[in-house]
């Protein structure tokens, strides 16, 4: 079994408080869930008005199928227009790992 985690560091385009910032990343948060069936969620950021972090979580028997499923949910990060993709890091996991 394996477990991989994303975390994305985003810059949001016009948002000036905090409940804008949310009606951008609750939809996302969203669709990643729907699309991909992973866990996903605001991670970072919750004060900063244009930033924020979002984790994404995923277990699949082959490692190549989280890594699948992780590069997908990137692609979609990348391609909204309403979010600049600024970095992202990955971590994968395998169940012998102590």
Not at 1 to 7: N, Q, V
Not at 37 to 57: C, I, K, S, T
Not at 74 to 82: G, M, N, V, W
């Amino acid at each position: 079994m394996f477990t991989g985690t994303l975390t994305a560091d985003l810059l949001l385009g016009d948002v000036h408080s905090l409940k804008g910032k949310r009606a951008v990343v609750r939809p996302i948060v969203a669709e990643l869930r729907r699309r991909f069936a992973v866990a996903a969620a605001e991670v970072g950021g919750q004060d900063l008005h244009r930033r924020v972090q979002v984790g994404v979580a995923t277990v699949a028997g082959e490692a190549a199928q989280v890594t699948d499923v992780l590069d997908a949910c990137e692609r979609l990060l990348a391609e909204r227009p309403e979010v600049t993709l600024l970095s992202t890091h990955r971590q994968l996991f395998s169940d012998t790992d102590c």
